[in-house]
Structures are given as structure tokens and as C-alpha cells.
């Protein structure tokens, strides 16, 4: 079945990196998508790494995926108050309309 | 600017009363969608469409309906035989070609109470 799956909270220190995992199912996902929300907003396209990749980085982020394993990984390093919010991994299924699938969301908490 | 707008941002609606949301687009996209959050769950699709004047069904249609007379607009309907419509409902479109990544656009959200 469709699932995607993420831990619910994470908690960081301003100025470590932090690690937001996700795990999914369906292994012919074509794009794999990481999203951004800040509280009482809309989503915000982060980054998104197509499947025949392993790794894509863009600054601060890095997306790490293992196809093996069907896992996903979001490190922002140099981690900021700015980037407290909810992240959400995604995949894409084909079938013409192109759904995405969410998990629920990871709550990034950056404390002093 | 090009962009996807919802509004109202909040609304509030009695029981037994239809509501409908709006959601308008300036970026000539061909694909809308309609997705449903609510606490601790991630977006779950309610309605799409990818051209005008066709729209189908997604994961959780029960209770609403949507409509697609026009490219940039798809306006979703909350109605009464929708038993728990108390939510945060995000409208998002996507270009049907020409963009790698085929990402999908979210508008800022409409957050429902129904008193």
C-alpha cells in the first residue's frame, strides 16, 4: 500500500545539523519531495531528488536516499530559528495524475 | 506575481450549512488539487483536476464538491454531509509539463471551524 512514514518531532540546537528521516514505500517513485511549513501556512517545495539519484545538495540542505532501503533523509546544517516548522516528506505516484503521497510531518523545534 | 490564492483565510461555519472555499491561480497550470490537513496527519487529497472542465475524485471526496469552469480557478464546497469538517484545507496547482521535479504549488490555506 501507499504509506510514508516520519518521526513526529524533532528537537535541535541553533548551530547543529539536524537529521529529518522518512521512509516509504512504493520503490517506483520517480520524485521523492521534501516541504516546508511554517505555522498557519501553506507547504513550500524545499528540494526533491529523482530516484536515480543518491544524494542532491543545495546549501544548506542535503537530501540522502537509499532506494534499497526506501529511505530519505533532510539534513539542514547550520541549523537556524528560522527553519523551526514542519517538514514533510512526500512521493509521487504515477498513474497519470501524478499524487503525491505525504507523511505526517516532522515538528523541527531550534532552541538557544 | 504569480501565484495560487486562497481565501478567506479563516472561516467559520454552522452546523448543517454549506461553505465554499476558494482557490484562484495566475501560473497557467493545468493540474489543481484540494488536500485536507488535520493535526499530527499528513495532506490527504480530497478532489483533482487536470484540465477544465474535468475533475475526479481522490482519497476523501465524501462530503465535498468541486467544480473547474475556468483554468485558474477551482473552488471546492464544503457541504453538510460532511461530518467533521473542522480542518486546514490547502489548494495546490502543478504545470502538466516543462518542469523537472513536477512539484506541486501550495496556496497559503484556509483553516475551516465549524461551530
Known amino acids: 500500500g501507499e504509506d510514508v512514514e516520519q518521526s513526529l518531532f524533532l528537537s535541535v540546537r541553533e548551530g547543529d545539523s539536524s537529521v529529518i528521516n522518512c521512509t516509504y514505500t512504493?520503490?517506483?517513485?520517480?520524485?521523492l519531495y521534501w516541504y516546508k511549513q511554517e505555522p498557519g501556512a501553506g507547504l513550500q517545495l524545499l528540494t526533491y531528488?529523482?530516484?536515480?539519484?543518491d544524494m542532491k545538495q543545495d546549501q544548506r540542505l542535503t537530501v540522502l536516499l537509499n532506494k534499497k532501503d526506501k529511505h530519505l533523509s533532510l539534513r539542514i546544517a547550520d541549523t537556524q530559528t528560522g527553519d523551526s516548522a514542519i517538514y514533510f516528506c512526500?512521493?509521487?505516484?504515477?498513474?497519470?495524475?501524478?499524487?503525491?503521497?505525504f507523511g505526517a510531518g516532522t515538528r523541527l523545534a531550534v532552541h538557544p | 506575481d504569480g501565484g495560487i490564492t486562497q481565501s478567506p483565510k479563516y472561516l467559520f461555519r454552522k452546523e448543517g450549512q454549506n461553505v465554499t472555499l476558494s482557490c484562484e491561480q495566475n501560473?497557467?497550470?493545468?493540474?489543481m488539487y484540494w488536500y485536507r490537513q488535520d493535526p499530527g496527519q499528513g495532506l490527504r487529497l480530497i478532489y483533482y483536476?487536470?484540465?477544465?472542465?474535468?475533475?475526479q475524485k481522490g482519497d476523501i471526496a465524501e462530503g465535498y464538491s468541486v467544480s473547474r469552469e475556468k483554468k485558474e480557478s477551482f473552488p471546492l464546497t464544503v457541504t453538510s454531509a460532511q461530518k467533521n469538517p473542522t480542518a486546514f484545507y490547502l489548494c495546490?496547482?502543478?504545470?502538466?509539463?516543462?518542469?523537472?521535479?513536477?512539484?506541486?504549488?501550495f496556496g497559503p490555506g484556509t483553516r475551516l471551524t465549524v461551530l
Open positions: 495546490a496547482s502543478k504545470p502538466t509539463s516543462g518542469r523537472a521535479g513536477n512539484e506541486q504549488f
Open positions: 512504493d520503490s517506483s517513485s520517480t520524485y
Open positions: 531528488i529523482f530516484s536515480n539519484m
Open positions: 512526500a512521493e509521487i505516484l504515477g498513474g497519470g495524475y501524478n499524487k503525491l503521497i
Open positions: 501560473l497557467n497550470h493545468d493540474a
Open positions: 483536476s487536470q484540465i477544465v472542465n474535468d475533475f
